[in-house]
């Protein structure tokens, strides 16, 4: 069967009554986009001649794994499509620069101590001992400092666990977790325990994608960022740690050149100096955040809040 089986009046008209196409009410914009989906997921079938029992395992799959779309989502590379599209469209309207935008992911968490000053990220002891201290500047698009800047950063433990999403329970709010006041020089400065690589879930939804693309859930050890400043678009983006064994094989494609600091290592220690380029904002809305739904937490009540 060929796919054009798709185009018959039958088929169109099917598309045109299921996506409301002529019912007066309805979002006409979600109508198009719908009309657009359905059609593409008939075109799928019939392509690979998917069957009644293959659809049904797929419905399955995707009901089953819901709780896993945060990571479904980069580990398809939608989510870093969604970066590449972005920067084209950046491109297209001359606003090209400045340090890389890189995926969120699922793991951010609202909420987290406001703080000054060089700042321990870590509440928690670790075992795995080693320390990372990063540090650097934010600038602007001419290499002026950017004054009042707020750096939101987070990271795993050395297991790869985040805190708010650790199974064992072990770690305490907002660990490895902080925004970070920066002042008129836009200099910042942290440490905290080293981050060691993300693997997702064992037998879980992606992990299961995974081994049936012959693929693996990891990501190199990284930090997420962050950054928001008056006058600046803020900016999402995450260092990923150049010497990791995943640097270069990513599952989230989070990765990106000019991303991929190889840290100094002297004994316990990992430095990472690393300077952050922001793009002026040309609306208040750049200014802000993407409406993405993300975790939030109550703030600590011991919280250093400045
Ligand atoms: C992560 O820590 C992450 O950053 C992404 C993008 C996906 C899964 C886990
Ligand atoms: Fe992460």
Redesign the pocket.
């Known amino acids: 069967m060929d796919v054009s089986f798709i185009k018959a009046p039958q088929i169109q008209q099917l598309l045109d009554r299921a996506a409301g196409m002529n019912e007066s009410g309805g979002n006409p914009r979600l109508k198009a986009i719908m009309r657009d989906l359905t059609e593409s997921v008939m075109e799928l079938i019939v392509k690979h001649d998917i069957s009644e029992s293959e659809f049904w395992l797929a419905v399955k799959y995707l009901a089953d794994g819901a709780g896993e779309f ?2 479904i989502v ?2 398809t590379g939608i ?1 870093h499509f969604l970066d590449l599209y972005m920067d084209a469209k950046d491109a297209e309207d001359g606003l090209s620069g400045g340090t890389p935008r890189t ?5 951010y968490v609202a909420g987290a101590p406001l703080v000054e000053g060089n700042v321990n990220l870590s509440t928690d002891p670790d075992e795995g001992g080693q320390m990372l201290h990063m540090n650097g500047t934010v600038k602007g698009p001419d290499g002026e400092p950017v004054g009042n800047a707020i750096v939101h950063v987070w990271h ?1 433990n050395s297991k ?1 666990w ?1 805190s708010h999403f650790d199974p064992t329970g072990e770690q305490t709010p907002f660990n490895n977790r902080r925004r970070i006041k920066l002042g008129p020089d836009g200099r910042y400065a942290f440490h905290s325990n080293q981050p060691s690589g ?1 693997s ?1 879930p064992p037998q879980g939804a992606t992990d299961m994608l995974m081994q049936a693309l012959g693929r693996h859930g990891n ?1 190199p050890a ?1 930090v ?1 960022f962050f950054i928001e400043a008056p006058g600046y678009r803020t900016l999402t983006t ?1 260092i990923n740690f150049g010497d990791d064994p995943f640097a270069a094989d990513d ?2 494609f ?1 990765t990106r050149e000019g991303l991929l600091p190889v840290p100094i290592r002297q004994g316990d220690t990992a430095s990472i100096q690393f300077d952050f380029q922001l793009q002026r904002a040309h609306n208040a809305g750049e200014e802000g955040f993407s409406s993405r739904a993300r975790a939030e937490a109550a703030p600590l009540p011991e919280a250093e809040t400045v």
């Open positions: 945060g990571l980069p580990g989510e995926i969120e992911g699922p793991l795993a790869g985040y993300y997702v990501r990284h997420h995450q599952f989230a989070g």
